[in-house]
């Protein structure tokens, strides 16, 4: 597949790096926000990126430069490490379930930023991470990776799995796309 290594850093400190790695590959990710670290081990996980993602954002405020800063450095470390978007499938859609829950991830490596995130979260935070902050962190990771993307969670009643399987949907749909 067509993703080489790359790095970048955003304003709030958070760096973010990415090659492409075998199934054993370990993601070192820390971004002081539990919940996301989690979300981003599962982008790597199951689209077999090795990602290093560190944030020393400002959480004694709250969540939300971190979450964002977190989107921004992570989509524009795809963007650098695709390149120049040749040799790639471009289009990959997946349905991802987690017991109860179904997501569906369609992208479009377009370089046309967009996003539709539907991930009917009810609840106000999972762990210490805003739910709110969760589609933002996709809308700042498709517009910094410059790709068209919509997320929809098809069917759950468990926010932690209705959020976990957007994020495996995402990630096959990624490595179908490059």
Do not use: W
């Not at 997501?103 to 210490?128: C, F, M, Q």
């Not at 790709?147 to 399987?165: D, F, Q, R």
Request: glycine share 8%; hydrophobic share 40%.
């Amino acid at each position: 597949n067509g993703v080489g290594p790359s790095s970048t850093t955003s304003p709030d400190h958070c760096l973010a790096l990415l090659k492409e790695t075998a199934d054993d590959g370990q993601p070192l990710i820390n971004t002081g926000v539990g919940f996301l670290d989690h979300m981003v081990d599962q982008l790597a996980k199951h689209g077999r990126f090795k990602i290093l993602l560190r944030c020393n954002g400002d959480l004694a405020i709250d969540d939300h430069h971190t979450v964002e800063d977190c989107g921004i450095a992570l989509g524009e470390a795809f963007d650098k490490a695709l390149g120049a978007r040749k040799a790639i499938q471009r289009f990959g859609s997946a349905y991802a379930p987690l017991d109860e829950a179904l997501s569906r991830a369609v992208v479009d490596i377009s370089s046309r930023p967009y996003a539709s995130i539907d991930l009917k979260l009810t609840r106000e935070k999972l762990g210490s991470l805003s739910c709110e902050m969760l589609p933002h962190f996709l809308s700042s990771f498709a517009e910094n990776f410059r790709i068209t993307l919509h997320i929809e969670v098809i069917a759950g009643n468990n926010n932690h799995h209705m959020a976990e399987a957007s994020f495996k949907a995402l990630a096959q749909a990624l490595r179908i796309a490059v």
